[in-house]
């Protein structure tokens, strides 16, 4: 059972159920991305490393991009330190940092912030607490990583720079 299993999550069907401010999670391989929904089919997240090596801006995109063909669960908080409109607002007073770093200002940490006022990821604690894991967790993002790279290099045409040995008989 997943933390957020744990923790009463439920998977969401339709986006006209949820609240402006929800803190959203979606289980990607290694690890959990999480977003806030702020209406009209539109969540903040932090990219990341979801497209590039390089990190990526805190941006809005659509809760189908933010999902990526994976199921979608609210993370529910009893204790939240602001209302779902303030998390909203709280989210988009951050579009277009270009500020991510794995273990300290990441995606969970963007929405732990929104909704507590202090960013923090049980994720990256779990690591810390397990080498073992944070070895597994990032080498699957490694690969994973690098398997977007090439498949967006392939999709946009630009082999250009993709070397081929030649084959010398």
Same mark, same amino acid.
């Given at each position: 059972?997943? @933390?957020?299993?744990?923790? /009463?999550?439920?998977?969401?069907?339709?986006?006209?159920?949820? +609240?402006?401010?929800?803190? !959203?999670?979606?289980?990607?391989? /290694?690890?959990?991305?999480?977003? *806030?929904?702020? /209406?009209? /089919?539109?969540? *903040?997240?932090?990219?990341? !490393?979801?497209?590039?090596?390089?990190?990526? +801006?805190?941006?809005?995109?659509?809760?189908?991009?933010?999902?990526?063909?994976?199921? *979608?669960?609210?993370?529910?908080?009893?204790?939240?330190?602001?209302?779902?409109?303030? $998390?909203?607002?709280?989210?988009?007073?951050?579009?277009?940092?270009?500020?991510?770093?794995?273990?300290?200002?990441?995606?969970?940490? !963007?929405? @732990?912030?929104?909704?507590?006022?202090?960013?923090?990821?049980? @994720?990256?604690?779990?690591? *810390?607490?397990? +080498?073992?894991?944070?070895?597994?967790? #990032?080498?699957? #993002?490694?690969?994973?990583? !690098?398997?977007?790279?090439?498949? #967006?290099?392939?999709?946009?045409?630009?082999?250009?720079? $993709?070397?081929?040995?030649?084959?010398?008989?």
């Amino acid at each position: 059972m997943s @933390q957020h299993e744990e923790s /009463g999550c439920t998977e969401v069907v339709c986006t006209h159920d949820l +609240p402006v401010g929800a803190h !959203l999670a979606t289980k990607r391989p /290694g690890y959990v991305h999480h977003g *806030i929904y702020i /209406g009209n /089919g539109r969540v *903040i997240h932090y990219a990341g !490393l979801s497209r590039r090596f390089c990190g990526g +801006p805190v941006e809005a995109i659509s809760i189908q991009h933010f999902s990526a063909g994976f199921d *979608i669960e609210v993370v529910p908080h009893t204790h939240a330190q602001y209302t779902g409109s303030e $998390v909203a607002h709280r989210a988009s007073s951050r579009l277009g940092e270009h500020n991510y770093r794995l273990l300290t200002n990441n995606c969970e940490h !963007l929405c @732990q912030w929104c909704v507590f006022g202090q960013g923090r990821s049980d @994720q990256v604690q779990a690591c *810390i607490r397990n +080498p073992a894991r944070a070895m597994r967790v #990032l080498f699957t #993002l490694f690969v994973c990583t !690098l398997i977007s790279e090439c498949a #967006l290099m392939l999709s946009s045409g630009n082999t250009d720079n $993709v070397r081929v040995p030649a084959l010398n008989g």
